[in-house]
């Protein structure tokens, strides 16, 4: 089993920044990729970042440029560093780390962005 926690949401202004950080404890070494996921009022969940245990990422067309994943394998820790943010950003954003034999998800954590 694995447990994902994520924290850092909150209300922010458009233009504003903030970190969001997700830390997953239990049978860690069968993580292989971690990721973040959103899902806005009315819409659909859609891919955020996805980070590899090598460091490879690959972001959403509608963030890139603006969000940055990182992660350190050591503290087990996934961090999205979101910059420039538009109401649009609004979301819960979920973690995600794909393992074996499943699949693992957090419960989420809010971003709001006020115009």
């Known amino acids: 089993q694995v447990q994902l926690v994520e924290s850092g949401g909150g209300l922010v202004q458009a233009g504003g920044s903030l970190r969001l950080s997700c830390a997953a404890s239990?049978?860690?070494?069968?993580?292989?990729?971690m990721g973040w996921y959103r899902q806005g009022p009315g819409k659909q969940r859609e891919l955020v970042a996805v980070?590899?245990?090598?460091?490879?990422?690959n972001y959403g067309d509608s963030v890139k440029g603006r969000f940055t994943i990182s992660r350190d394998n050591a503290k087990n820790t996934v961090y999205l560093q979101m910059s420039s943010l538009k109401p649009e950003d609004t979301a819960v954003y979920y973690c995600?780390?794909?393992?074996?034999?499943?699949?693992?998800w957090g419960k989420g954590t809010l971003v709001t962005v006020s115009s």
């Open positions: 995600k780390a794909a393992s074996v034999p499943h699949d693992y």
């Open positions: 239990g049978n860690t070494f069968r993580i292989n990729d």
């Open positions: 980070i590899t245990s090598g460091g490879t990422t």
